[in-house]
């Protein structure tokens, strides 16, 4: 069975950090992230990871979060440092099996909250 479980998130204020752990099971992905959902809104992805290292992380959040996986442990983990009001959102693992087309698993989503 595959699975995605999220740890971390929380509240925090402004200018603060956090860590988002995702723990995959069942599969290798190709590709390993996170997504994030405000209100009323898609979701969109915040960063990315590939089997080989190669990160993609989106304008909005690059230079202040990071994107990292541990192959051994099949986990993709997000640094978030100086955090603001507007990163308030639902972050979700996602993981992503590309072959022929893209097959794409969710965890459950973690909240964030940045506010004082």
């Known amino acids: 069975q595959v699975q995605l479980v999220e740890s971390g998130g929380g509240l925090v204020q402004p200018g603060g950090s956090l860590s988002l752990s995702c723990t995959a099971s069942g599969i290798i992905f190709n590709v390993m992230g996170w997504y994030r959902q405000f209100p009323g809104k898609q979701r969109e992805l915040v960063a990315s990871?590939?089997?080989?290292?190669?990160?993609n992380v989106v304008d909005s959040v690059k230079g202040r979060f990071t994107i990292s996986r541990d192959s051994a442990k099949n986990m993709v983990l997000l640094q978030m440092n100086n955090l603001k009001p507007e990163d308030t959102a639902v972050y979700y693992c996602?993981?992503?099996?590309?072959?022929?087309?893209?097959?794409?698993?969710w965890g459950r989503g973690t909240q964030v909250t940045v506010s004082s």
């Open positions: 990871i590939t089997r080989e290292n190669v990160p």
């Open positions: 996602n993981g992503a099996i590309v072959s022929l087309g893209r097959r794409d698993y």
